[in-house]
């Protein structure tokens, strides 16, 4: 009788020496579509933490949120994370909107954040913190800025599937002299699916609540849903 043996799993390695050409690459597309008033909020977070030296690139499409608390605007964001250690991750993502940009309007923002794990990537459950910083465009013009800090909970997994949410404030500043800023919560509920070991897909639901200052209204609510693909990758 033939033996048989387990095939080994198909895994994407990148040179060191090409890992950063990779990173200054994926900046600028980042930093090409981010082209402001929507805002993407999507995590796209990976099937679980990803480990030093571990990368993924991100394609997301769906509806972006208006942070002015009108509907949602259909658009896409591009998004790289990092992991520098089995504890530490950083990501860069871009996005715009895509009705906007079909009418000549070129609308969009771009995000810096960070994944702080604080338990083992390997638990059924796994705790973290996000901390970001954004900037939000309209044509050429930088129309606003903020913050956040979320804590994130990666959820047992359900076969190939894990879910995922977080939630924490944020706020965004166009000026406070003028009194043109406000503040409120952020929030992210997420499927991700592992299809194989570079490929997941995800779906994300992130509702956020906004309080303009000086607004007679007390806060309002944005809803943003993006689907998203992922390419994960090794650099040894």
């Known amino acids: 009788m033939d033996s048989f043996h387990k095939a080994e799993p198909l895994v994407f390695i990148i040179p060191e020496a090409n890992m950063y050409k990779l990173l200054l690459f994926a900046a600028i ?20 933490p990803l480990a030093k030296n571990e990368g993924q690139i991100t394609f997301g499409y769906g509806a972006l949120n208006d942070v002015h608390g009108s509907n949602a605007k259909d658009g896409s964001d591009l998004q790289i994370r990092y992991a520098f250690s089995d504890r530490f991750s950083m990501t860069m993502k871009g996005w715009t909107s895509s009705s906007l940009v079909r009418e000549g309007y070129y609308n ?51 076969s190939i599937f894990r879910p995922y949410l977080a939630g924490g404030p944020g706020i965004m500043v166009n000026s406070f002299s003028a009194d043109n800023w406000g503040y409120g919560l952020i929030s992210n509920f997420g499927l991700v699916g592992k299809l194989t070991e570079n490929f997941s897909i995800n779906g994300e639901i992130s509702p956020m609540l906004i309080h303009k200052y000086n607004d007679d209204e007390l806060a309002y609510l944005s809803l943003g849903v993006m689907v998203g693909v992922s390419w994960n990758f090794q650099n040894y």
């Open 108 to 158: 969009g923002g771009f995000l810096a954040s960070g994944i702080i794990n604080f338990n083992d990537p390997d638990a059924p459950t796994v705790v973290g913190l996000i901390p970001t910083w954004n900037l939000l465009f309209n044509q050429d013009d930088v129309k606003a800025s903020g913050a956040a800090l979320q804590v994130a909970v990666w959820l047992p997994k359900l």
């Open 29 to 48: 597309a980042v930093c090409i579509t981010s082209c402001g008033t929507v805002y993407s909020p999507s995590l796209h977070l990976p099937e679980q």
